[in-house]
C-alpha cells in the first residue's frame, strides 16, 4: 500500500512540526487533496507531531503517498517515537483526558480530522501513529 517514504521529519522541536506539516500540504497540494483535506491533515499532524515533542522529546514523521487496492490514493502520515508510550490507550482516546496539561483533544482531535487512524503503543517503549488522508474522486484543490 506504501510507497517508500517522501519525506522524514525528525521531531525534536516546533519548528519541525510546522516543517511536517507544510512537507504535508505540499504533498497533499500535489495530489489534488481539497484545501480543507491539506488543512485538516495539517492539524492532525500537529497533534501527533506535539505529542512526539511533550512527552518523548524527539522522534520523526514519515509522509508517503499511498494507493490502495480500490486505486485511491492518499497521504499517509507515520509519527512515531521511542518515548513512555501510553498506558491507556482507550482512556488516551477520550475527548477531555490528558496526561500532559493540555486540554486533552489530540489524538482524538486528530482521529476525527483524517480518514483512517490507528495507535501502536507500548508502555516504556514508545509509540506510532499512521493516519491517512484520501483524495476524494474528482476533488481539486479549491
Do not use: C
Not at 480543507?36 to 500537529?46: K, V, Y
Not at 509522509?63 to 513512555?84: C, F, H, K, M
Not at 488516551?92 to 489524538?107: E, F, K, P, R
Not at 483524517?114 to 501513529?129: L, S, Y
Amino acid at each position: 500500500m506504501a510507497d517508500e517514504p517522501q519525506s522524514v521529519i525528525p521531531i525534536e522541536s516546533d519548528a519541525d512540526v510546522v516543517t511536517a506539516r507544510q512537507r504535508a500540504r505540499e504533498m497533499a497540494g500535489a495530489l489534488e487533496l481539497t484545501s480543507t483535506d491539506q488543512t485538516l491533515l495539517a492539524t492532525a499532524i500537529s497533534e501527533v507531531a506535539r505529542n512526539i515533542t511533550t512527552y518523548a522529546k524527539r522522534g520523526e514523521v514519515l509522509l508517503s503517498v499511498v494507493r490502495d487496492d480500490n486505486g485511491r490514493t492518499g497521504i499517509q502520515v507515520i509519527a512515531r517515537d521511542e518515548g513512555p508510550g501510553i498506558e491507556n490507550v482507550e482512556l488516551a482516546m477520550q475527548d477531555g483526558y490528558t496526561s500532559g496539561g493540555g486540554l486533552g483533544l489530540g489524538l482524538p482531535g486528530a482521529r476525527r480530522l483524517v480518514d483512517d487512524f490507528h495507535i501502536d503503543t507500548t508502555p516504556g517503549q514508545g509509540t506510532t501513529v499512521t493516519l491517512v488522508m484520501w483524495a476524494r474522486p474528482n476533488a481539486r484543490a479549491a
